[in-house]
Nanobody, 116 residues
Framework: QVHLVESGGGSVQPGGSLRLSCLFS????????MGWFRQAPEKEREFVAGINWSSKSTSYENAVKGRFTISRDNTKNTVYLQMNNMKSEDTAVYYC?????????WGQGTQVTVSS
């Protein structure tokens, strides 16, 4: 059973940076596309960024393009989300996702708060 554990969340001021990590276990990480989603209070969960198994293909939600970078290190079974120039609207619970053949796995989420 695939298991995902996020870390790196916290509080940051507007304009600041955070790096989230997601540790993958319970399977072969290169079988999975990985992604980050987020859910703000009273809003639906939304896609933030995705990366394919080889890191040759990435995608981003428009609001984070140029500020967030997704990457993965398959030797460490870890996916990262580097978040720069953060804004108050980035405040949310961030979830790691692993997808293969239509099957999705989720982490427990990590809180990110952007506030002055």
């Amino acid at each position: 059973q695939v298991h995902l554990v996020e870390s790196g969340g916290g509080s940051v001021q507007p304009g600041g940076s955070l790096r989230l990590s997601c540790l993958f276990s319970g399977g072969t990480v290169t079988d999975y596309a990985m992604g980050w989603f987020r859910q703000a209070p009273e809003k639906e969960r939304e896609f933030v960024a995705g990366i394919n198994w080889s890191s040759k293909s990435t995608s981003y939600e428009n609001a984070v393009k140029g500020r967030f970078t997704i990457s993965r290190d398959n030797t460490k079974n870890t996916v990262y989300l580097q978040m720069n120039n953060m804004k108050s609207e980035d405040t949310a619970v961030y979830y790691c996702n692993a997808e293969a053949g239509g099957t999705n796995y989720w982490g427990q989420g990590t809180q990110v708060t952007v506030s002055s």
